[in-house]
Structure formats: C-alpha cells, structure tokens
C-alpha cells in the first residue's frame, strides 16, 4: 500500500508540474495570436496546429523546456475488458518517466470551441460540459491520475470570456464552479469534481480567444 505522505508528495509534484505545461502551453497560445492570420473554425485543426506547429516543434520546445513531454493526439483510452472508452484529445507524458515505467502516469487536456453565453441544450458550453467535463466525472472515458486534468477551450466568435465562464458555471453545481486557477496566466480557470469513484477531481481550464483569427466566423 502507497504511504498517504508519499502519495500526497507525488500529488503535489504532479500539479507543479502540470502548472508548468499549462503555462507553456498559453506561451504557445500568444505565438499562435502572432503567427496565423487566418484559423479554421474547426476544433481539430485548431488543435493539431498548436501541437505540430507548437508543442512538437523542436526549436519552441527547447525555447519553452518542455523537451521530456510528449504531446499525443487521439489516443485511445483501452479499458480491463480492452475496450476503447474514449480518445483523448491530447495526451501528455514525461518521456524519461516513461521509460522507466510504460504505466507511468500522464495528464489529458480535452478540446472544445465555445462562442457565446447561451446554455441551452446543444449549445457549444453544453457540449463543453456534457462532452467535456464529464468525460472525467460520471463517465469513464478518461482516467484522473493525481486528480488533475485539463481542458482548453477555443472560443472562435467574439464574447465576453467572464460572461462565457459564467454561462459555464449554470451547467454546474455551485461547488463545481469553475474559478480562477493560475495566478500568473490570464483567462486560466480551475473547478472541483467528483468522479464516478466519488474521489475528488479538479480540472484546469484554459480558455483561448481566437475569434479575432476565425475567417468570417465560419
């Protein structure tokens, strides 16, 4: 049995560390401001082009020390029975960790675009929540190692980011809420979970504003 000291010391390693990326990978999200003209509306390629052009390109890499992490797209999550339960949007590991152990814990983000305040039922922060949150709550498609995870959202139409957290935040129930999570990043929010286990969960939420980039909103 893991000591409960040791394990709260992994805890507390494991969410420096994920600060860490996190704050790199809004780093990536400026360049992106700076280098694209035109984006597409379009969740993948958005995120394809922050981890092939950012988070895979080796000079940024070096740049931003994020040189052991490995940044994989689409990974099935295979489950006791080997069934697939989901495919993350992107996966992150510690390659040095990796090789010492091949079932060395890693951290997920899940993408979602968002593009106003409106809660109804299929809006995008609907989606953000029911295809979003709860991948890592009532269902059991993503595995919470350490009790944190990520999610990004591209928000591709102009809005007001407090009103959109906000519209966010009536999804959820008060103690979930999402609030400001790192102090040092803009628009950075963190909410409080519990999983499907009961255990608790927090989830970090990054929200990146690229309407200015969306060609005529498309």
């Known amino acids: 049995m893991i000591n409960a000291g040791v394990f709260k010391s992994k805890q507390t390693a494991a969410r420096k560390e994920f600060e860490f990326i996190l704050s790199q990978i809004c780093n990536c999200y400026q360049l992106m401001l700076v280098d694209y003209e035109v984006i597409e509306n379009d969740e993948n390629k958005i995120r394809n082009r922050l981890v092939k052009d950012y988070l895979d390109n080796q000079i940024i890499v070096e740049k931003l020390n994020l040189q052991p992490y490995f940044f994989d797209i689409e990974v099935p999550q295979i489950d006791k029975v080997y069934d697939e339960t989901g495919r993350s949007d992107i996966k992150i590991y510690n390659a040095i960790e990796r090789l010492k152990n091949r079932q060395s814990p890693y951290f997920i983000i899940e993408c979602k ?82 999983d499907h286990r009961n255990y608790k969960i927090e989830l970090y939420h990054l929200m990146f504003d690229f309407s200015s980039k969306i060609l005529l909103y498309n």
């Open 113 to 194: 675009r968002l593009e106003n305040s409106n809660t109804g039922k299929g809006s995008l922060n609907w989606k953000y929540v029911k295809n979003g949150i709860e991948r890592f709550t009532s269902r059991y498609d993503y595995p919470t190692f350490y009790g944190i995870n990520g999610m990004i959202g591209f928000i591709v139409k102009p809005v007001k980011i407090d009103a959109l957290v906000e519209a966010i935040n009536q999804l959820l129930t008060n103690n979930e809420n999402l609030k400001p999570g790192l102090p040092k990043e803009k628009n950075v929010y963190l909410s409080e979970h519990a």
